[in-house]
């Protein structure tokens, strides 16, 4: 079955840098990535996806980057603000979704 | 209704003791998905339902765990006979279709079930 590898398992950034989270996967067939928020004791949240057959997607100050070859894809959140403080969970999918063990983001002001 | 809805939003019960948890999904949603999430952790796949197919239960832990969708929309997980164990936060997502298409999954708030 698929399995999903994320890191880094916390990350810390000043208030206006960027912050990286990668993620790999191990099943080939995976075909959807999305990308989910979670603020303390609150639903995740959807903030961006992206499907096998597009390489890179832009919303704002976040992008998602796919690479199927090496399957592994990334989330990047540029100028940081201190709202963009949560757990940040990557997914794999061809039907339900497999999740990273989660990356928790501070963003200090 | 406008998200998905899970209820009860608590739930505290004694070690042995069998509980229900009941999901609401969007209106018009045709797949259904349960998952847990024990305290500080990851999402865990437990079992998902797309429209009158077979579900897909490859994730559930034990045989105490079963679940069941009724007319296509409301869902129900039950645990039998729970164990400290089971103490998580399950989340109840739909979206609009499970394969081919790949839809977002939008998740509701979760029960917190509490085994003492």
């Known amino acids: 079955g698929e399995n999903v590898e994320q890191h880094p398992s916390t990350l810390s950034v000043q208030e206006g840098d960027s912050a990286v989270i990668k993620c790999t996967y191990s099943?080939?067939?995976?075909?959807?990535f999305p990308w989910y928020k979670q603020e303390l004791g609150k639903r995740p949240q959807l903030i961006i996806d992206i499907r096998s057959n597009v390489g890179e997607k832009k919303d704002q100050r976040i992008a998602v980057t796919l690479n199927k070859t090496a399957k592994h894809f990334s989330l990047h959140i540029t100028e940081t603000q201190p709202e963009d403080s949560a757990v940040y969970f990557c997914a794999a999918s061809m039907d339900k979704l497999i999740f990273g063990t989660g990356t928790r983001l501070q963003v200090f002001p | 209704g406008a998200g998905v809805s899970q209820s009860p939003s608590n739930k505290v019960t004694e070690k042995g003791k069998d509980v229900e948890l009941r999901c609401d999904p969007i209106s018009g949603h045709t797949a259904l998905y349960w998952y847990r999430q024990s305290l500080g952790q990851g999402l865990e796949f437990l079992i998902y339902?797309?429209?009158?197919?077979?579900?897909?239960k490859s994730g559930l832990p034990s045989d105490r765990f079963s679940a069941e969708r009724t007319g296509g929309s409301v869902s129900t997980l039950t645990i039998q006979r729970t164990q400290q164990e089971d103490s998580a936060v399950y989340l109840c997502?739909?979206?609009?279709?499970?394969?081919?298409?790949?839809?977002?999954?939008?998740f509701g708030d979760g029960t917190r079930l509490s085994i003492l």
């Open positions: 339902f797309q429209g009158n197919s077979a579900p897909d």
């Open positions: 099943d080939s067939a995976s075909n959807y």
């Open positions: 997502a739909s979206s609009l279709a499970a394969q081919a298409n790949n839809q977002p999954q939008h």
